[in-house]
């Protein structure tokens, strides 16, 4: 077939494979002198289309033959992240091309200074920072737009909000200082480098045309150069354009009005407009041309463009090729698309799929899902560098050197698998583990690494001398690296670039291996993208004069944010994720359009501090309108796809999400919706699980007698009779929970400080007490609270207010109590040894407080600093502890040197410090003593702990979770069951 495509402007169908059907032309244009076709220029948007397209003449060509491919360069919109071709290649003697072009980083660094100086330093540098950033985005829309910072001016003041006028009187001065800079350095922005040479480029092709083909593909730019060059290759003669996802009956459809800026074909009817051509100058792409194109996906993309103007549209039959998935959450959503392209790869067709989406967090998701199903697939849209595994670390780098860095921050720099400060990777992890295990669990030992290394002076349980003192010299090398990049983030006026440079030799001298060297850090993709982010921002940092340096971790993390990193290969050949704007010439035989939430696709309104919506429209930049048009377009672009799977997430983190609007619009086109619907695979899914027998899973460990306990505290009874499941994996499975990393002090803590005030305070006057026994307690009260005072000031002052309190309850049942008593016994540990059918079981226990009268009765007492137990709660056994302590106390020298011969009284004291919970509880209570005596409990209390280990001494008997269904108080094992997994919750 020869086709002579001899028109200059065409349109290709949203329903047609863009690439493909492009590649089918040029070859038919060149069937008969092949070689023709490498003296063609074709320009795409982006370095991917110029691949794919290369793909593409292979694909189309119609029997195996070796090409000659034609020239394939980028052209870049104004403001782009990608490197386009460089018309200044040839103009290198041109004065206005032999300027220095200011990179993004020494631009925004500028805009921070200038901001600054404009607000008169009244504001951090990072705000100054987050201001500078979103002003050179606006910069480079004024540049494309050619809006001249004079036309600020253009805008009344009155007619502004207040914050608005503020808003214009920073941002002009700042944007003539800007320019003021570019004079006195001689040097020109990145995009006006790009206009110049585009523009001596377009009077070159004017005034001398080239003899081969030139091609523009697959744009439609918006107003400014972009459409000049489109104008100058319309009027070449062997010029020609194509533009993508252009519906030539959609834009005559009513030509004496314009389309609503959302629509679809709004920005090419304003292109039309704008090269001054009609609707008919735009030649449809030949039908037999066109490659994947399908009547049902057409007429699904014109149903589509319908429902845009039309508030009655007419339903459309089901489209089984498209298919919609709700899913409960995030999670669903990405597991679902997984599988979807998990299928596709399974299929014996050779297919291709591809989720689109605007929703980042979702394609990571998903990618995480592949990898689970053993496939590698990487976002085209590229990693940010902060999320890299050399960017995460540098990020640690910056929150270790903290000057009061917590445990958990710092273990995370060192847990890193990059981390290793000269060491070999194994000792330096034994080295972490250590310090973790022996000194960061539990209260925190001092503010920052000086104070761990304070909490390594003395002994550490656990750790011989020898190895503490390894740790610390360890610890102190860890310090001495990061020491200089915390000494500047704590200075309030520093210099950015001493404090960029520390920052990267802190964190050279962490990922150094043995040999010295830092090379992991700057391996591969992310390791490269991170160094030339490091040596850009190091030259850029010059241009600010004052900076503090508790601003570093945010300025950096502003400045990374907009760093990406991607594979120089794709991972896989069939499956791949692309953003909205890279699919727009690429499509799969499936395409899976992702994250349709309103403020995912289309994106919600973001925030400009510079200019409000109105104030855009006036300066004639681009609106919030015509971005939800360009997102249709793209929408669209995509949906002309042969088979089409629609999803979204329903909720997350408990917020409800609205669908995208695109769905919105399409449930007045579909009655109904093919496939599953809206409940989606997920959905049904989760469904159809059935809630298994909770006597299927439950753990019933019978360990063999002789690792059976025969020995038990109060604590290890009350943890046996409500929880032998968790007895078992203490005492048996010797499991033991570790402290929380970097614990604040509880109230455990709590209690045990004032077990310890009263300890003393009863060793110092077991007897009568002095006249002044209050200020006595107030002063080891003090003394104790003056320990904690310096590492945690805010609780010592809140606890010893509690205490105060607490002293006077307890002062008032001293002075009531201590004329009846002989003598008192603190913190005393008896044991009694009890005879069962099962053998002997030994008893244990360390009682609080045990008081002996002179008439012989004894009164055991037992502290409690929170609420105390109930007296239904200790007689019936759930909590124990007095009653057990009884059993010894009546034993002859079951305390050492008290053996109960009278009446045992059994009491709570509650202390806890406030000005009406402090009390004294008896056990029993009033009213429990009408049914049973204190003798009685302890009697049957006794009888119950013989029958429950002569129970659990039976050889088949398991250990269960919960058997009296009553939990009784926390304990620390109860997780370790699962009871969640395979118990019924009601």
């Known amino acids: 077939m020869n086709q002579s495509l001899d028109k200059k402007l065409y349109s290709l169908p949203a329903s047609a494979h863009f690439l493909e059907s492009l590649a089918a032309g040029l070859l038919a244009e060149t069937v008969k002198n092949p070689e023709q076709l490498r003296h063609y220029q074709i320009y795409l948007p982006n370095r991917r289309a110029c691949r794919n397209l290369a793909l593409a003449f292979f694909k189309a060509a119609q029997q195996p033959q070796a090409l000659i491919l034609p020239r394939m360069a980028v052209l870049v919109t104004a403001g782009a992240a990608e490197e386009g071709e460089d018309f ?46 979103a002003l050179s985005r606006l910069r480079d829309e004024m540049l494309a737009a050619a809006v001249e910072p004079t036309r600020l001016k253009d805008l009344v003041p009155s007619e502004l909000a207040e914050h608005w006028q503020v808003s214009l009187d920073i941002l002009y001065p700042v944007l003539q200082g800007w320019l003021a800079y570019l004079d006195k350095n001689d040097s020109l922005e990145a995009v006006t480098a790009s206009q110049i040479s585009l523009g001596k480029r377009i009077d070159e092709w004017l005034r001398a045309p080239p003899p081969h083909p030139i091609v523009l593909a697959g744009i439609i730019p918006p107003s400014g150069i972009m459409t000049e060059l489109m104008a100058a290759v319309l009027q070449l003669p062997q010029g020609r354009v194509i533009l993508p996802s252009v519906d030539c009956e959609v834009l005559a459809w009513n030509p004496e009005s314009s389309l609503a800026a959302t629509h679809p074909q709004a920005a090419a009817e304003a292109l039309l407009k704008r090269l001054k051509l009609g609707v008919d100058a735009v030649t449809p792409w030949p039908a037999d041309l066109l490659r994947g194109h399908s009547t049902a996906a057409e007429s699904r993309v014109k149903g589509f463009a319908r429902v845009l103007v039309d508030d009655r549209p007419v339903p459309a039959p ?81 929150r270790g050197a903290a000057p009061e860095v917590s445990p958990s921050e710092l273990l995370a720099l060192l847990k890193h698998p990059l981390a290793r400060a000269g060491d070999p990777r194994i000792l330096f992890l034994e080295r972490v583990r250590r310090l973790e295990k022996y000194l960061l669990r539990g209260t925190r030992p001092g503010r920052g690494i000086q104070g761990m290394i304070n909490g390594l002076t003395g002994q550490v349980k656990g750790l011989s001398d020898l190895q503490r003192l390894e740790l610390k010299d360890w610890l102190q090398k860890i310090e001495a690296i990061l020491s200089p990049l915390t000494r500047i983030m704590a200075s309030s006026a520093t210099s950015m670039t001493a404090a960029i440079a520390e920052w990267v030799r802190a964190g050279e001298a962490l990922a150094a291996d043995s040999t010295g060297r830092a090379d992991d850090l700057w391996r591969e993709e992310a390791g490269d993208s991170l160094a030339r982010f490091c040596r850009d921002l190091a030259a850029a940092s010059t241009e600010v004069s004052r900076f503090e340096g508790q601003s570093l971790p945010d300025s950096i993390a502003q400045l990374a944010s907009g760093v990406s990193v991607y594979r120089l290969h794709p991972s896989h050949r069939r499956i791949f994720i692309f953003g909205p704007a890279e699919a727009r010439l690429i499509h799969c035989d499936r395409m899976i359009l992702g994250g349709l939430n309103e403020g995912s696709w289309p994106n919600a309104l973001s925030a400009d501090p510079w200019l409000s919506q109105p104030m855009r429209q006036k300066l004639g930049l681009e609106t919030f309108d015509q971005r939800i048009g360009e997102s249709a377009h793209d929408f669209l672009g995509c949906y002309g796809a042969p088979e089409v799977i629609l999803t979204r997430s329903t909720a997350a983190l408990r917020e409800v999400h609205e669908p995208s609007r695109w769905l919105r619009l399409l449930d007045r086109e579909f009655t109904e919706w093919p496939g599953q619907g809206r409940l989606g695979w997920i959905g049904q899914r989760d469904k159809s699980v059935e809630t298994p027998e909770p006597s299927q899973f439950e753990p019933r460990p019978t360990p063999p007698l002789e690792a059976r306990p025969k020995a038990v505290s109060p604590s290890g009874v009350r943890l046996w009779y409500n929880n032998p499941y968790g007895f078992y994996a203490k005492n048996i499975l010797k499991l033991s929970p570790l402290d929380r990393l970097d614990a604040e002090p509880d109230q455990s803590d709590r209690g045990t400080l004032f077990h310890a005030i009263l300890k003393q305070f009863v060793d110092r006057f077991p007897a009568q007490l002095p006249p002044d026994a209050a200020s006595h307690l107030a002063a080891i009260g003090k003394a104790e609270f003056d320990a904690i005072l310096m590492s945690h000031p805010e609780i010592a002052v809140f606890w010893q207010a509690r205490f105060t309190n607490a002293a006077e309850f307890i002062m008032a049942a001293e002075n009531q109590r201590r004329e009846a008593i002989e003598k008192i016994f603190t913190e005393i540990t008896g044991s009694v040894k009890l005879a069962t059918n099962k053998g002997e079981l030994t008893l244990t226990a360390t009682a609080d407080r045990i008081e002996v009268a002179k008439d012989g009765s004894v009164t055991i007492i037992d502290y409690k600093t929170g609420n105390a137990p109930s007296s239904h709660e200790v007689i019936k056994g759930f909590e124990p502890q007095l009653l057990l302590e009884a059993i010894i106390a009546k034993a002859p020298d079951g305390f050492a040197g008290l053996t109960a011969k009278g009446e045992i009284r059994l009491e709570y004291w509650q202390i806890k410090g406030g000005k009406d919970n402090n009390e004294i509880k008896s056990i029993p209570s009033d009213r429990d003593q009408k049914s049973i005596s204190t003798s009685q409990a302890i009697a049957e209390i006794e009888t119950g702990l013989v029958a429950l280990f002569e129970k659990f001494m039976t050889p088949d008997f398991p250990y269960l979770v919960e058997p009296h269904g009553e939990a009784g108080r926390y304990d620390d094992y109860h997780h370790l069951a699962r009871q969640g997994e395979w118990g019924v919750v009601e």
């Open 88 to 133: 200044a290649q040839d103009q290198s003697q041109d004065p206005e091309l032999s300027k220095s072009i200011v990179s993004p980083l020494q631009r925004v660094m500028v805009f921070a200074e200038l901001i600054h100086r404009a607000t008169g330093s009244e504001q951090s540098f990072s705000h100054s920072l987050a201001q500078a950033i």
């Open 318 to 398: 089901v489209d089984l090729r498209v298919r919609r998935f709700d899913c409960p959450n995030l999670g669903g959503e990405a597991e679902m698309i997984a599988l979807h392209l998990r299928e596709t790869i399974e299929s014996a067709d050779h297919t291709t799929a591809a989720l689109v989406t605007r929703d980042r967090t979702l394609a990571r998701r998903v990618t995480v899902e592949l990898q689970r199903l053993g496939l590698g697939v990487d976002d085209s849209g590229g990693t940010q560098l902060l999320r890299t595994p050399p960017g995460v670390f540098m990020m640690l780098v910056l």
